[in-house]
Nanobody, 122 residues
Framework: QVQLEESGGGLVQAGDSLRLPCAAS????????MGWFRQPPGKEREFVTA????????AYADSVAGRFTISMDNTKKKVYLQMNKLKPKDTAVYYC???????????????WGQGTQVTVSS
């Protein structure tokens, strides 16, 4: 089993930055891809970014490419989502997730955190 916990969400102004950490515990070695998804109010969950354990490969949604960066701290078993130049459309509940393959589809991810709310005001 894998347990994931996101934190770092909050209320920010457009143009601000936030860093979201996700702490992982359990048998993470069988789930060597960590991803971030988000669900805006009233909309479906959507892919944000993903990274292979060890940081060798990454993927980004077009909507966040150039503004968001995913990274890992292997020693601490943490994944980070650095969000810059935030926009009101980035407002959503952000989830970290674990998968055994690189994918942009939520159904390919086996474990999920509870989510953390990010609200970006105009």
């Amino acid at each position: 089993q894998v347990q994931l916990e996101e934190s770092g969400g909050g209320l920010v102004q457009a143009g601000d930055s936030l860093r979201l950490p996700c702490a992982a515990s359990g048998r993470t070695y069988d789930n060597d891809v960590m991803g971030w998804f988000r669900q805006p109010p009233g909309k479906e969950r959507e892919f944000v970014t993903a990274i292979r354990w060890g940081g060798g490969s990454t993927a980004y949604a077009d909507s966040v490419a150039g503004r968001f960066t995913i990274s890992m701290d292997n020693t601490k078993k943490k994944v980070y989502l650095q969000m810059n130049k935030l926009k009101p459309k980035d407002t959503a509940v952000y989830y970290c997730a674990a998968s055994n393959s690189m994918s942009r589809k939520a159904m390919r991810y086996d474990y999920w955190g509870q989510g953390t709310q990010v609200t970006v005001s105009s």
